[in-house]
């Protein structure tokens, strides 16, 4: 991501003060603004900057992907983390990243196309994490991948209602399978979303564990790619 100058952010402040239509704005809605803590105006702004000044009203139906700045796991998680290269039970550091092309290819994304799948059979109450990698892989829909958590991460407000509810009383965690991560150790793991304590959380888990009917995978259909 390209460091934003000193010059742009002057220019943005002096845009914002003159080009701004304050006869059509309401001034107990500008004072509601101004009430507001620092930390969350500055959340805010910065999350409306990031959309390239685009005004969402409500749940937005079309989300952007912005595929010029591919995941950084090292600068997103901490030093050591990378994408998983090659077979799953090789070393992780040769090969083919394994990610799914067909998410990669998205630029934009239909919040209502989102669907959650637990993988779960029938009978069954958890599954282990490369199992339910199998069962993903060899489903024909598309697999979110971390670009996709990451633009749900640093834009909250785009974060559909449905990922806060729980499951049978229990909190939900929602995972984004279509980019397995290498931590500095060899292992193998996910993203996932959760929503607690009224507020958003990240977290990566180990694909060795086990999911439950709390723990689905954000995927699209596969005529979505």
Do not use: H
Request: proline share 3%.
């Amino acid at each position: 991501m390209k460091e934003v100058t000193r010059g742009q952010a002057l220019e943005m402040q002096a845009r914002f003060a003159t080009d701004t239509n304050w006869d059509k704005l309401d001034g107990d809605v500008v004072q509601s603004v101004i009430s507001l803590t620092r930390e969350e105006f500055g959340v805010r702004f910065t999350a409306f900057l990031r959309n390239r000044a685009q005004l969402i009203v409500g749940e937005p139906k079309i989300v952007p992907i912005d595929r010029s700045i591919p995941f950084n796991p090292a600068a997103f998680i901490g030093k050591g983390w990378s994408i998983w290269r090659g077979p799953a039970d090789g070393n992780g550091l040769t090969g083919v990243e394994d990610q799914d092309e067909r998410s990669l290819a998205l630029t934009q994304i239909n919040l209502a196309d989102i669907r959650l799948v637990t993988c779960l059979n029938d009978a069954e109450t958890v599954v282990k994490g490369e199992e339910k990698q199998r069962r993903l892989k060899a489903d024909s829909r598309v697999r979110l991948d971390a670009k996709i958590f990451q633009t749900f991460w640093e834009n909250q407000a785009l974060i559909p209602e449905r990922f806060k509810e729980k499951v049978n009383g229990n909190t939900q965690f929602i995972y984004f399978d279509g980019t397995v991560l290498r931590d500095s150790y060899g292992n193998r793991y996910v993203l996932g979303l959760c929503w607690g304590g009224g507020a958003w959380s990240w977290s990566v888990i180990w694909l060795d564990g086990g999911w439950r009917a709390n723990g689905p995978s954000a995927v699209l259909a596969s005529n979505q790619s």
